[in-house]
């Protein structure tokens, strides 16, 4: 690259693309020196069982693990949504279909859950009636039921492509992909926010800051709702697709940062997973036998100097009526103090009573719990300096 750079007319048509390589060349080399150990570890073979399983979400309590499998290699091959549940503290239980209401035959691709898993916003492509070539649908659980998708509209879709759904933990900010006109690149990561009626608006681009001419895939917010990851093999890199991260800003988002090697490497990289607490991470990493793509899972601690700058953890439990213990639907509302600012609304599941919110650092928070015929309750937890989060139950 150097050579021809020395001897080519800048002018000629490679002559930007070996800029653009020999820049990715030098950030490699200095990626892999600076790298700290991280132990990658495919999932075991009890979820890593199909010719391709991609794009991994958890629910916040990390006790859910959806995500696509695709049975062949081929583009055609049937997707479908699997969910695995932990058994114990460790084991993956073997995968089964998310459910008979959401996966068909027609591709079920790409999805993001709600921290407490009960709102499900997934891609689907070539079969549903929709607006585009892929659309994004809406499900929700009640029970252990979930409802039959429906078309998140033309207010989200488009007639180009629109994919790789990601939920904020509060469910009031959607990210995704699409090709749509109005872009930067071939493929931009887009925004869009309900409003206290349940409607989106319409979606705007994150701009130059995230987007590039190239492709920025398979945006996830992170459940501190701060930190926003994604793929791309636009910004500097290892090669092909990257992992890279960025927080919010007054303003936008800050520049991209690489997650670097090992989790980066020359293979694509087309998406992460990180725990609410930080500490963990989960990513699909393509890879090659000679005869056939595939793609697994893999999982890996997170080192401390990487560790999100803002964590977040959860609250759970269940709704009862005190003196029968019958599971009630109740709304639960959790505020900043502080700010006397409403920061998520939520109900209880109506069969069981569960519900599940996050609790990010830098906040006192206030919550409180309403349903008609009865005292409401409240809570208060100061996690304004608090420095290791743990789960609460109640």
Known sequence: LKDYLKKANPNARLYQLAISMNK???????????????????????VNQFAMQYFPVLTADQQNLIFSRRLGSGPYDDEDLMISQKRGNREWSIPVSISANINSELNEGTCTISADGRILIFTSCNGREGYGSCDLFISKKEGNVWSKPENMGAQINSSAWDSQPSLSADGRILYFVSTRSGGIGKQDIWVSYINEEGIWSKPSNLGNAIN????????????????????????????????????KANEGFTSPVNFGYPVNNGEDQVSIFITADGKKGYYSNECDDGAKTCSKLYSFEIPQSKQLKIK??????????????RPLKAKIELYDVDRDQLMLSVASDSVTGEYLMVLTQGANYAMYVNTIGYLFKSEKFE??????????NL
């Open 24 to 46: 990715n060349v030098e950030f490699a080399i200095k990626s892999i020196g600076d790298a700290e150990p991280i132990e990658i570890i495919p999932l075991s073979d009890t």
């Open 212 to 247: 590039t001419k190239e492709n920025e895939i398979s945006p996830f917010i992170h459940s501190n709702g701060k930190t926003l990851y994604f793929a791309s093999n636009g910004h500097l890199g290892m090669g092909g697709f990257d992992i890279y991260s960025s927080d």
């Open 312 to 325: 977040s953890n959860f609250i759970s439990g269940r709704v009862l009526d005190s003196v029968t213990n």
């Open 383 to 392: 996690y304004d300096t608090e420095k290791d989060l743990k789960p609460i």
